[in-house]
């Protein structure tokens, strides 16, 4: 296994991208390419720097607190009866871990959210909250192994979900573009004919 994907298998799929970086993997490339140090991951916090430091010799440092500080986990719960069904929030959620359509209200799956926040800042009327669910602990102290390789599932889920609907859209286009190539050669057809 490469370097980058050991690293990735230890940090904790929050997928929250505080560490600068759009995704845990993107993060893990960065740290092999020697482009970030081990100290940028506040969900990992101190335990995850340690887990990093034991992964690639470079020496333990202290967390850097312009990403944020080591903290509980949170998950989100909607106030539904404000939300007005516009669907923001489920793009911005990298687990797919709320459900919802559109104009209809939404609701968290409380096992897939990963408390990454990023929810929050497109909803535009604000009932989105957070419920601290890991009392006095934080970082690896609040997330588990399994909760980590369950939220990188769901995450490379969604990625693969949506890289097909691309594929999906590219084709559709591919489609009406043969269509109309085919349409304006008939009418050049019967024009050339007249
Ligand atoms: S969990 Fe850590 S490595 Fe993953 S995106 Fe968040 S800050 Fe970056
Ligand atoms: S529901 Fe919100 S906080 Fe939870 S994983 Fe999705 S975007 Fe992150
Ligand atoms: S972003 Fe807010 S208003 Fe829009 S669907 Fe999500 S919870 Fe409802």
New binding site residues.
Partial sequence: MSLSLRILAV?????????G?P??EA??NAIESQEAGIN?????GEE?IQRLSDLTGLPVVPLNPE?GLQGPRHIAWIDEQWCIGCTLCISACPTDAILGASKQMHTVIEDACTG?ELCLPVCPVDCIHLENVTLGNSGWNAWTQDQADHAKKRYERKKLRLSKEQGETHADKNIVGLKQSAVQAALERAKAQK
């Fill in positions: 940090l904790p799929q929050t997928q929250c991208t505080r560490c970086y995704d845990c993060y893990a940028q991951c506040p969900p990992g995850g990403n990454c």
